[in-house]
């Protein structure tokens, strides 16, 4: 099993920033790509970004692209999402997933592991 948990949520005013955390434990070594996902009040969960676990590839949503940065820390096994120009339509549950197979998707099904979530609110 791996165990995922976020931090780093928050309230923030529209135009600002927010650095979301994902500490992974447990088997990490079977997790092959990380992906952030977020779910609005209401709403569908929905695939913000993801990348390969070893590094490298990633890949965005055409929401966030350009404002958002996924990065990971090896030596800590922490996934980072990096949330830039904070809007208010941001403003959901955000979770952090990992999967075993090294293709990334937009598919929450195609995740085998997930964290709790992390509230971000964005104020307009």
């Known amino acids: 099993q791996v165990q995922l948990v976020e931090s780093g949520g928050g309230l923030v005013q529209a135009g600002g920033s927010l650095r979301l955390s994902c500490a992974a434990s447990?088997?990490?070594?079977?997790?092959?790509?990380v992906g952030w996902f977020r779910q609005a009040p209401g709403k569908e969960r929905e695939f913000v970004a993801a990348?390969?676990?070893?590094?490298?590839?990633?890949y965005y949503a055409d929401s966030v692209n350009g404002r958002f940065t996924i990065s990971r820390d090896n030596a800590k096994n922490t996934v980072y999402l990096q949330m830039n120009s904070l809007k208010p339509e941001d403003t959901a549950v955000y979770y952090c997933?990992?999967?075993?197979?090294?293709?990334?998707?937009?598919?929450?099904?195609?995740?085998?592991?997930w964290g709790q979530g992390t509230q971000v609110t964005i104020s307009s």
């Open positions: 447990g088997r990490t070594f079977s997790v092959a790509a």
């Open positions: 990348m390969i676990w070893s590094g490298g590839s990633t």
């Open positions: 997933a990992a999967k075993n197979t090294g293709v990334l998707v937009r598919s929450p099904g195609a995740y085998n592991y």
